[in-house]
């Protein structure tokens, strides 16, 4: 189910994965402040809980997500992956359609968290609108 982010050798089937993404702008105080720096910070005890693989990933292009990630300070904490074409976002069914704002953000993915294990999805906590309530670190953590 995840052979877009996983590089498809036996290895990765066994693993726990912790999917994330949130609405891909630097703009949005929840991404810069929460979300993503939740999962960078909880990133020890989500692996000491068996996740095996933290990605972030979002609806823009691999510069913007290397540009956040030198921003934000994240080393190998979390992989911030890119979905630019938003075929992951279409195959999950999470995107969210803002070409009709002014501003023209097109078609991008609604925040959420996924904790996958073995190829399969076990947690999709996914948000509403612009809320972050259910798709933290710490909803995971919980989770697990």
């Given at each position: ?21 949130f ?13 993503v ?15 095996d ?23 190998d ?21 803002l ?7 097109g ?25 972050f309530?259910?798709s ?9």
């Open positions: 189910m995840f052979s877009v982010i996983s590089s498809g050798s036996e290895e990765n089937n066994d693993s726990g994965w912790q999917i994330f993404s609405f891909g702008s630097t703009s949005s105080k929840v991404m810069i402040m929460k979300h720096p939740g999962f960078v910070s909880k990133a020890g005890e989500l692996r000491s809980k068996g996740v693989v933290i990605a972030c990933v979002s609806v823009n292009d691999a510069f913007v997500m290397e540009a956040w990630r030198k921003d934000l300070g994240i080393e904490e979390v992989m911030l992956l890119s979905d630019g074409n938003g075929e992951f976002t279409g195959k999950l069914g999470v995107e969210l359609d070409r009709d704002k002014p501003v023209g953000l078609v991008r993915s609604r925040r959420y968290a996924i904790l996958a294990e073995d190829g399969v999805v076990k947690v999709l906590n996914l948000e509403e609108g612009g809320a309530t259910n933290g670190a710490e909803d995971m953590l919980k989770a697990l």
